[in-house]
């Protein structure tokens, strides 16, 4: 064990047990069979596993800032469909015109909340 490196030994696993190519069940018995320490393990394993559980916490994140990107964007552009619409007598209300700020601005700040969550990495 001259070689040895803790979190090398963290990021291999973690990244074995991310892509599925290792089960976590099965984590403290590969960790034996290579001959690392028990006290090593006991160090090693809820680490990997806060890191795992972390991962599909900014996944589940990434995915919500997703919907809210696309959803934001049919929200602005219901609103400038409506404020287009009106203005140019597509849509007939008798000569009234309606400006949509409300849905177009909530729409564009839906967009940025969601691009924000969508490129979190931490």
């Not at 800032?65 to 597509?90: D, E, H, P, Q, R």
Request: net charge positive; aromatic share 8%.
């Amino acid at each position: 064990m001259n070689n040895y490196n803790r979190a090398q030994t963290i990021d291999t696993y973690f990244e074995r047990i991310d892509t599925g190519e290792l089960e976590f069940s099965k984590l403290r018995k590969t960790l034996e069979a290579n001959y690392i320490e028990k006290s090593e393990i006991d160090a090693i394993v809820p680490i990997i596993d806060r890191k795992l559980i972390r991962a599909v916490e900014i996944r589940s994140e990434q995915k919500q800032g997703k919907n809210l990107f696309y959803g934001g964007l049919l929200l602005a552009s219901i609103g400038l469909v409506i404020t287009v619409g009106t203005l140019t007598g597509l849509i007939d209300l008798n000569g009234i015109g309606i400006i949509a700020y409300g849905p177009i601005a909530g729409g564009l700040i839906t967009c940025l909340v969601g691009k924000a969550k969508m490129n979190r990495t931490y």
